[in-house]
């Protein structure tokens, strides 16, 4: 199913600006899955001295990417949904997780998890991405 060599996205995800820029970091990639980690830093905050859910996205968003892009290349989001559903704090590390449900040649559908350190639920989303083939 994939048009994409895994080493070969691993290799482009070393060189991604937006992911270096927030510090995220490719942890596990296979087709159809992927799992990316940061840690929240002061400046991630916002004027209510919370975590930015901007920055959650993010991470989530970074995971579909991956994910999405190993199933066919490129492929570019059409629709994403996040339901936050708990705060993060700066210093601690979240991961988000990503599986492909539905990988076709017309549409992909796909859910993300972002937790904490712990294990807790921070985020869940969903979102379709279209192959540009």
């Not at 989001?77 to 590390?93: M, T, W, Y």
Request: glycine share 8%; aromatic share 8%.
């Amino acid at each position: 199913m994939s048009d994409i060599n895994i080493s070969e996205l691993r290799s482009l995800a070393e060189k991604e600006p937006v992911a270096s820029f927030l510090g995220i970091r490719l942890l596990e990639l296979a087709e159809g899955y992927a799992k990316v980690g940061m840690t929240l830093r002061p400046e991630f905050k916002n004027f209510n001295g919370m975590v930015f859910g901007g920055i959650i996205m993010s991470l989530a968003d970074q995971a579909f990417a991956y994910a999405n892009n190993s199933v066919f290349k490129p492929n570019v989001a059409s629709q994403f949904n996040i339901h936050f559903l708990a705060r993060a704090d700066v210093g601690e590390e979240l991961t988000a997780e990503c599986r492909v449900l539905r990988a076709g040649k017309r549409a992909c559908v796909s859910e993300m998890t972002v937790t904490n350190g712990e294990g807790k639920l921070i985020a869940r989303a969903s979102g379709t991405t279209i192959p540009l083939m």
